[in-house]
Nanobody, 126 residues
């Protein structure tokens, strides 16, 4: 079965960096988009970033552009989210997700991906 396992979360101070990892297994992810979403207490899950499996295309939420970068290591079946200049408003549970892009090869920003990880907590103190 498909497994997405996030790691790398933690408690940091404002201005610090963290790198999240998502180890994907259980099927071929060719043709899939790998997304990062986050959910803060009392808020809806929101899109952060996504990358297609080939690594050639990325999409970012406006709130993280220029600070976050997603990348992929196809050999290791691992997706990364490098987060720089973290702010308290970045505090949330971060989820890795996978979605079949379909015939149009569209990277979705909606939180209705096919497969989800369990999430990893990121807390940024001021």
């Amino acid at each position: 079965q498909v497994q997405l396992v996030e790691s790398g979360g933690g408690l940091v101070q404002a201005g610090d960096s963290l790198r999240l990892s998502c180890a994907a297994s259980g099927r071929s992810f060719s043709g899939y988009a790998m997304g990062w979403f986050r959910q803060a207490p009392g808020k809806e899950r929101e899109f952060v970033a996504a990358i297609n499996w080939s690594g050639r295309r990325t999409v970012y939420a406006d709130s993280v552009k220029g600070r976050f970068r997603t990348s992929i290591d196809n050999a290791e079946n691992t997706v990364y989210l490098q987060m720089n200049s973290l702010q308290p408003e970045d505090t949330a549970v971060y989820y890795c997700a996978a979605e079949n892009m379909g015939p149009w090869n569209t990277i979705s920003t909606r939180p209705d991906y096919d497969f989800w990880g369990q999430g990893t907590q990121v807390t940024v103190s001021s």
